[in-house]
């Protein structure tokens, strides 16, 4: 079944391609004989394979004859190897004359072939001997598509030649659909006989994985698809490429429904069932999978050999998989197709029967699939129930994502008008708290501001703090801000919950980097928390925040015990946020201002694994790996960073988890150079930070102003400067001493380029706020002064730019960066002492040893712009960046031969880009691959080209194999 769009990719085949045509050309020695068999359901893609790996067999300088089995019953005998050899000889050209007059001397012994008492095996041998004379010493390949339908004396050919009865090199590469080797086939047996041939493969050919699937419809619909629409076509293809390319098109199309090719091929095979399987399938299309053999048998009431004889009749024809758990259908669309097949009568008796079997056995009850089968059965009464049932079972098990789609069952249900006396304010407020835990934060919004509505009066307390926390979540910190402090000054506020919202409100203030604000409002709610029993939640948040506080204002280890100590309060008491928040604030805490950023990742990545255990991946996993992401890439492991990034967004968060999350993201593709990449991200949070506070919003700016500045618009980064300092609410010294150097390296690029004027005012005010900054740090924990100092010792060193670049001051930065551990700076350090010496002609040979050490880092990092920036200087000042060939040359010597790891200056992610670059994979299928953008891949390619020396893919796959076959 192949299909009519001949440009889509082959995808998730590149190992079995390599795999046959080793079995079929790389294993076989002259004389000797070989056969792949491909299995697989209809549409899995066995044609294209045929035609892919016969065009590579030809390119090695094989011979091959391609035919096909007809459907039919009355076929001449051989007849796929006369179609074959007939299209062979329509394809010779004149020069071919010898071939062409074997070809025809075989094709017309077969028409003067008459029955004789020599038998079917003389005429075996002379079709033997025609082959051999054709192929004139050259591998002879057959290829053969539809082999369910071979006739019989081509079977006995088969059999015959593979026996190496023939004297002929030859290889049969062969597909058979699956579904049709049902009972007494005659090729069951034939194939039996093959597999003892040591030479003779069968493979089964498996439909595509998750990732194959989304990368074919991708290049079917000539974009990368939406999350929800990717799942869609994974889920009602079942990842054979057929129905992909179909669904795909529909999609590029703008077709809605199924397509009639699709509907009317999956009927076909359901109608060729026999009657009792006919009915399996369309019960387990109206299930629930798996669909257990106990609950189908209740449901089809049939005796159970019967009912055994009929699951494996659709099993066989690939309509269902069978497992320990039950029965699957293996293509979701046949319970689309099969749905407009069923009365409505006949459909929703199917469900009434699971509903009564699946209540009559309370051992084996599920909820979920109760209140699916009674709401479909037309009775919403007894749905509810199990809805609601099913919804409180999953957020005990930390299900909340399982758990909003039940309760806004149960919504949907309590508006029928057959569930009188529902409480919709009851289901209303836990629809919206079981949105907001997975991720959904709009719709946790839109639901409570119905139960508002619903409820009706003034906003009570509680309602003011729900809200307040869904819009903190959203990443609307001002409005949440505004909300906390409605809630505090309520008349109707408890002690208790004013203790709530005192707790919610130091961890936003916190999030705000307004530390000494958090710390009043964490020992306001840890003082009202003391007088209520119950409080451990709020004792957990105020106990992070005041840790936090105190270890950023005051004294860091006195801080980090209390945070420690919010951990173990979380852990014992067990609530999946509180647990989620301690990990937060402590591994942020440590990769941040305290510079700790070892023990801050494994704290980071352990609390990861913790709270996703507990349900809260979309949300604070998210954020938890967003902050190992920023620690990774601070100590210079850029390529671990962009797998914790790339793992972290297939959760799709949202609000302010994915703020986080892209902030991180952009840092990499900011020092990877790649501008769209970063460019799309930094829009992106813009958008969703409406509102937001500076410990967000600096960070964005200062990532601006560095692009820009990769992209020569230092103008465009003096704006984005400019407007980060009017942020002046944060107490993160941190964060506006990193904006502060991006706005003085911003205007000496200026002076450097001489593209822009520097601003003489610009200078001033950013001069004025470093000093601010280092007089505020001063009052600082001894950690965050030593970040400070940093990012202060790059800022002096930028001003001296602008009047002749002073290289004690370069040197002094690359010391501070060099003791934190923080690579990517002290490598910029180190090119611009480089540069302030080439310009002084001073200590050449110092600042040739300078741009190495820079050269090797930006390398390592991938850091393509920096790594540009180096090679322009060094190509200036001719100073060769590779030690060696440096070395060689003030010896006098020759350059020596390569080292024995070609790869050797290639980092972990630009190794596996290589590897699916000599794979043949475009940049675009290995971003998919890889979870990357294209032109993130590009960049990487780019500078495996550079580090290698070649110029093209093909040399560089040569470098991949030849290192790996070393």
């Given at each position: 079944m192949a299909s009519d769009v001949d440009?889509?990719?082959?995808?998730?085949?590149?190992?079995?391609?390599?795999?046959?045509?080793?079995?079929?050309?790389?294993?076989?020695?002259?004389?000797?004989?070989?056969?792949?068999?491909?299995?697989?359901?209809?549409?899995?893609?066995?044609?294209?394979?045929?035609?892919?790996?016969?065009?590579?067999?030809?390119?090695?300088?094989?011979?091959?004859?391609?035919?096909?089995?007809?459907?039919?019953?009355?076929?001449?005998?051989?007849?796929?190897?006369?179609?074959?050899?007939?299209?062979?000889?329509?394809?010779?050209?004149a020069a071919q004359a010898r071939t062409s007059s074997a070809v025809r001397g075989l094709l017309q012994m077969f028409a003067d072939e008459t029955a004789g008492p020599d038998g079917a095996g003389a005429l075996l041998e002379r079709v033997s001997r025609g082959l051999h004379l054709i192929a004139e010493g050259r591998p002879l390949v057959l290829i053969l598509d539809d082999l369910q339908w071979v006739d019989r004396s081509t079977r006995q050919l088969l059999l015959y030649l593979l026996a190496g009865l023939g004297d002929l090199q030859l290889s049969v590469l062969a597909a058979v659909r699956a579904e049709s080797l049902q009972g007494a086939h005659p090729l069951r047996r034939v194939l039996t006989e093959l597999r003892r041939l040591r030479t003779v493969r069968v493979l089964d050919l498996a439909p595509l994985d998750r990732a194959g699937t989304e990368r074919l419809a991708a290049a079917v619909v000539g974009r990368e698809l939406a999350s929800d629409a990717a799942e869609q076509v994974w889920q009602r293809s079942g990842g054979n490429p057929f129905v992909i390319e179909e669904l795909a098109r529909d999609l590029r199309d703008g077709r809605d429904g199924l397509s009639e090719t699709l509907r009317e091929i999956f009927l076909a095979r359901v109608d060729a069932l026999p009657q009792h399987a006919h009915a399996v399938v369309h019960a387990v299309a109206a299930g629930v999978e798996p669909v257990e053999h106990w609950l189908l048998a209740e449901v089809l009431r049939l005796p159970e050999e019967e009912l055994i004889e009929a699951a494996r009749a659709a099993v066989a024809h690939r309509l269902l998989v069978g497992a320990d758990d039950g029965y699957r259908l293996r293509h979701r669309l046949v319970a689309e197709v099969l749905a407009h097949e069923l009365l409505p009568a006949e459909r929703s008796g199917l469900h009434r029967r699971y509903a009564e079997a699946l209540t009559a056995a309370p051992a084996e009850l599920h909820q979920a699939r109760l209140a699916h089968h009674w709401r479909l059965a037309g009775e919403p009464a007894r749905a509810l129930p199990a809805a609601v049932a099913a919804a409180q079972e999953a957020e005990r098990l930390h299900g909340y994502a399982e758990?909003?789609?039940?309760?806004?069952?149960?919504?949907?249900?309590?508006?029928?008008?057959?569930?009188?006396?529902?409480?919709?304010?009851?289901?209303?407020?836990?629809?919206?708290?079981?949105?907001?835990?997975?991720?959904?934060?709009?719709?946790?919004?839109?639901?409570?501001?119905?139960?508002?509505v619903v409820q009706g009066g003034e906003p009570s307390c509680a309602l003011h703090i729900r809200r307040a926390r869904y819009l903190a979540a959203a990443g609307r910190s001002a409005l949440a801000e505004e909300e906390y402090q409605r809630a505090l000054e309520a008349a109707d506020c408890s002690t208790g919950e004013r203790a709530t919202a005192a707790a919610h409100l130091a961890e936003l203030l916190l999030h705000l980097g307004r530390y000494a604000d958090a710390g009043r409002r964490a020992r306001e709610a840890l003082a009202l928390a003391a007088t209520?029993?119950?409080?451990?939640?709020?004792?957990v948040l105020a106990s992070s925040a005041l840790?936090?506080?105190?270890?950023?204002?005051?004294?860091?280890?006195?801080?980090?015990?209390?945070?420690?100590?919010?951990?173990?309060?979380?852990?014992?008491?067990?609530r999946p946020e509180d647990v989620a928040c301690a990990y937060l604030h402590l591994a942020e805490l440590l990769t941040g201002p305290l510079n700790i950023l070892e023990e801050g990742v494994v704290v980071a990545r352990r609390g990861a694994e913790r709270v996703a255990e507990l349900g809260l991946g979309r949300t604070w996993e998210t954020r938890l790996l967003a902050i190992a992401t920023n620690g990774l890439f601070r100590v210079g492991q850029w390529a671990e960073a962009e797998k914790v990034v790339a793992a972290a967004l297939r959760h799709r968060p949202s609000g302010a988890d994915a703020v986080e999350l892209l902030l991180a993201r952009c840092r990499l593709s900011v020092g990877y150079g790649d501008i769209t990449a970063a460019d799309r991200d930094l829009d992106a949070v813009a958008t969703v930070l409406a509102g937001g506070g500076a410990r967000h919003?600096?960070?964005?700016?200062?990532?601006?102003?560095?692009?820009?500045?990769?992209?020569?618009?230092?103008?465009?980064?003096?704006?984005?400067?400019?407007?980060?300092?009017?942020?002046?609410?944060?107490?993160?010294?941190?964060i506006l001493s990193a904006l502060v150097w991006h706005g003085l390296r911003a205007e000496a690029e200026a002076h450097a380029s001489r593209t822009v004027a520097v601003d003489p005012t610009a200078v001033r005010r950013l001069r004025d706020v470093a000093e601010r900054v280092a007089r505020k740090s001063a009052s600082a924990a001894r950690p965050v002064r030593s970040v400070v100092d940093g990012f202060l010792a790059l800022c002096a060193a930028e001003v001296s730019r602008l009047d002749g670049s002073d290289p004690e001051l370069w040197a002094n930065s690359v010391a501070e960066w060099e003791r934190r551990n923080h690579p990517y700076p002290a490598a910029y350090s180190r090119l611009r002492q480089a540069e302030a010496l080439l310009a002084r002609r001073s200590r050449v040979a110092t600042a040739a040893k300078l741009l190495r050490e820079a050269y090797r880092v930006a390398q390592g990092l991938g850091a393509v712009p920096l790594t540009s920036e180096i090679r322009e200087l060094a190509g200036r000042a001719r100073v060769s960046l590779e030690e060696r060939e440096a070395t060689d040359r003030l010896r006098g010597a020759t350059p020596t031969e390569p080292a024995d790891d070609e790869l050797a200056t290639?980092?972990?992610?630009?190794?596996?880009?290589?590897?699916?670059?000599?794979?043949?994979?475009?940049?675009?299928?290995?971003?998919?691959?890889?979870?990357?953008?294209?032109?993130?891949?590009?960049?990487?390619?780019?500078?495996?080209?550079?580090?290698?020396?070649?110029?093209?893919?093909?040399?560089?796959?040569?470098?991949?194999?030849?290192?790996r076959r070393g």
């Amino acid at each position: 079944m192949a299909s009519d769009v001949d440009t889509a990719p082959l995808v998730g085949r590149a190992e079995l391609v390599q795999t046959v045509r080793s079995a079929l050309l790389g294993d076989v020695t002259h004389g000797q004989t070989a056969a792949v068999f491909l299995t697989g359901e209809s549409g899995v893609g066995k044609t294209r394979l045929l035609g892919e790996i016969g065009a590579r067999l030809r390119d090695q300088g094989a011979l091959v004859l391609t035919g096909s089995c007809l459907d039919i019953g009355d076929a001449s005998p051989l007849h796929p190897l006369l179609q074959a050899l007939r299209r062979f000889d329509a394809d010779l050209s004149a020069a071919q004359a010898r071939t062409s007059s074997a070809v025809r001397g075989l094709l017309q012994m077969f028409a003067d072939e008459t029955a004789g008492p020599d038998g079917a095996g003389a005429l075996l041998e002379r079709v033997s001997r025609g082959l051999h004379l054709i192929a004139e010493g050259r591998p002879l390949v057959l290829i053969l598509d539809d082999l369910q339908w071979v006739d019989r004396s081509t079977r006995q050919l088969l059999l015959y030649l593979l026996a190496g009865l023939g004297d002929l090199q030859l290889s049969v590469l062969a597909a058979v659909r699956a579904e049709s080797l049902q009972g007494a086939h005659p090729l069951r047996r034939v194939l039996t006989e093959l597999r003892r041939l040591r030479t003779v493969r069968v493979l089964d050919l498996a439909p595509l994985d998750r990732a194959g699937t989304e990368r074919l419809a991708a290049a079917v619909v000539g974009r990368e698809l939406a999350s929800d629409a990717a799942e869609q076509v994974w889920q009602r293809s079942g990842g054979n490429p057929f129905v992909i390319e179909e669904l795909a098109r529909d999609l590029r199309d703008g077709r809605d429904g199924l397509s009639e090719t699709l509907r009317e091929i999956f009927l076909a095979r359901v109608d060729a069932l026999p009657q009792h399987a006919h009915a399996v399938v369309h019960a387990v299309a109206a299930g629930v999978e798996p669909v257990e053999h106990w609950l189908l048998a209740e449901v089809l009431r049939l005796p159970e050999e019967e009912l055994i004889e009929a699951a494996r009749a659709a099993v066989a024809h690939r309509l269902l998989v069978g497992a320990d758990d039950g029965y699957r259908l293996r293509h979701r669309l046949v319970a689309e197709v099969l749905a407009h097949e069923l009365l409505p009568a006949e459909r929703s008796g199917l469900h009434r029967r699971y509903a009564e079997a699946l209540t009559a056995a309370p051992a084996e009850l599920h909820q979920a699939r109760l209140a699916h089968h009674w709401r479909l059965a037309g009775e919403p009464a007894r749905a509810l129930p199990a809805a609601v049932a099913a919804a409180q079972e999953a957020e005990r098990l930390h299900g909340y994502a399982e758990a909003h789609r039940h309760w806004s069952a149960a919504l949907q249900l309590a508006g029928d008008p057959g569930t009188p006396g529902v409480d919709r304010v009851e289901l209303l407020g836990h629809a919206a708290e079981a949105a907001h835990h997975c991720g959904e934060h709009a719709r946790a919004l839109a639901l409570l501001e119905e139960l508002a509505v619903v409820q009706g009066g003034e906003p009570s307390c509680a309602l003011h703090i729900r809200r307040a926390r869904y819009l903190a979540a959203a990443g609307r910190s001002a409005l949440a801000e505004e909300e906390y402090q409605r809630a505090l000054e309520a008349a109707d506020c408890s002690t208790g919950e004013r203790a709530t919202a005192a707790a919610h409100l130091a961890e936003l203030l916190l999030h705000l980097g307004r530390y000494a604000d958090a710390g009043r409002r964490a020992r306001e709610a840890l003082a009202l928390a003391a007088t209520v029993e119950g409080s451990t939640t709020e004792v957990v948040l105020a106990s992070s925040a005041l840790g936090f506080s105190e270890a950023y204002l005051e004294d860091p280890d006195a801080g980090l015990a209390v945070m420690r100590q919010a951990l173990d309060t979380a852990e014992r008491a067990g609530r999946p946020e509180d647990v989620a928040c301690a990990y937060l604030h402590l591994a942020e805490l440590l990769t941040g201002p305290l510079n700790i950023l070892e023990e801050g990742v494994v704290v980071a990545r352990r609390g990861a694994e913790r709270v996703a255990e507990l349900g809260l991946g979309r949300t604070w996993e998210t954020r938890l790996l967003a902050i190992a992401t920023n620690g990774l890439f601070r100590v210079g492991q850029w390529a671990e960073a962009e797998k914790v990034v790339a793992a972290a967004l297939r959760h799709r968060p949202s609000g302010a988890d994915a703020v986080e999350l892209l902030l991180a993201r952009c840092r990499l593709s900011v020092g990877y150079g790649d501008i769209t990449a970063a460019d799309r991200d930094l829009d992106a949070v813009a958008t969703v930070l409406a509102g937001g506070g500076a410990r967000h919003v600096i960070p964005l700016l200062t990532l601006r102003a560095g692009l820009a500045m990769w992209e020569g618009r230092h103008d465009v980064a003096r704006q984005a400067v400019q407007r980060g300092l009017t942020e002046s609410r944060s107490d993160d010294v941190t964060i506006l001493s990193a904006l502060v150097w991006h706005g003085l390296r911003a205007e000496a690029e200026a002076h450097a380029s001489r593209t822009v004027a520097v601003d003489p005012t610009a200078v001033r005010r950013l001069r004025d706020v470093a000093e601010r900054v280092a007089r505020k740090s001063a009052s600082a924990a001894r950690p965050v002064r030593s970040v400070v100092d940093g990012f202060l010792a790059l800022c002096a060193a930028e001003v001296s730019r602008l009047d002749g670049s002073d290289p004690e001051l370069w040197a002094n930065s690359v010391a501070e960066w060099e003791r934190r551990n923080h690579p990517y700076p002290a490598a910029y350090s180190r090119l611009r002492q480089a540069e302030a010496l080439l310009a002084r002609r001073s200590r050449v040979a110092t600042a040739a040893k300078l741009l190495r050490e820079a050269y090797r880092v930006a390398q390592g990092l991938g850091a393509v712009p920096l790594t540009s920036e180096i090679r322009e200087l060094a190509g200036r000042a001719r100073v060769s960046l590779e030690e060696r060939e440096a070395t060689d040359r003030l010896r006098g010597a020759t350059p020596t031969e390569p080292a024995d790891d070609e790869l050797a200056t290639l980092t972990a992610r630009e190794r596996e880009v290589l590897a699916l670059v000599a794979e043949g994979l475009t940049n675009k299928e290995i971003g998919q691959r890889l979870f990357i953008s294209e032109r993130t891949i590009g960049v990487h390619v780019s500078h495996i080209f550079d580090k290698l020396q070649v110029r093209t893919r093909v040399q560089a796959s040569a470098i991949q194999l030849r290192n790996r076959r070393g």
